[in-house]
């Protein structure tokens, strides 16, 4: 069993930086594939980022060369950070725990707006 709360999110001014936090509780945090996904108003969820449990990383076209996932095992937490943003970047970010099973977070709102 795994329990993920993420922190971080808030309302931020285009072109701004906001930087995420999922910590994880539970279980051997180490070989989970973790993942950053969001949800706006009116779409489905998608995939953001994802880290796999050796540190390869894969990203939505949609945020290459503005988000960087990354983890740190020892403190069984995965980041998202997140600079020029964008309004469409706004909706509600969830972190995920995949091993055999998957495992959410109650998400974060992230705003992007003047």
């Known amino acids: 069993q795994v329990q993920l709360v993420e922190s971080g999110g808030g309302l931020v001014q285009p072109g701004g930086s906001l930087r995420l936090s999922c910590a994880a509780s539970?279980?051997?945090?180490?070989?989970?594939?973790m993942g950053w996904y969001r949800e706006a108003p009116g779409k489905q969820r998608e995939l953001v980022a994802q880290?796999?449990?050796?540190?390869?990383?894969n990203y939505a076209d949609s945020v290459k060369g503005r988000f960087t996932i990354s983890r740190d095992n020892a403190k069984k937490t995965v980041y998202l950070q997140m600079n020029s943003l964008k309004p469409e970047d706004t909706a509600v970010y969830y972190c995920?725990?995949?091993?055999?099973?998957?495992?959410w977070g109650q998400g974060t709102q992230v705003t992007v707006s003047s």
């Open positions: 995920n725990a995949a091993y055999s099973t998957s495992y």
């Open positions: 539970g279980s051997i945090f180490n070989i989970y594939a």
């Open positions: 880290i796999t449990n050796t540190g390869r990383t």
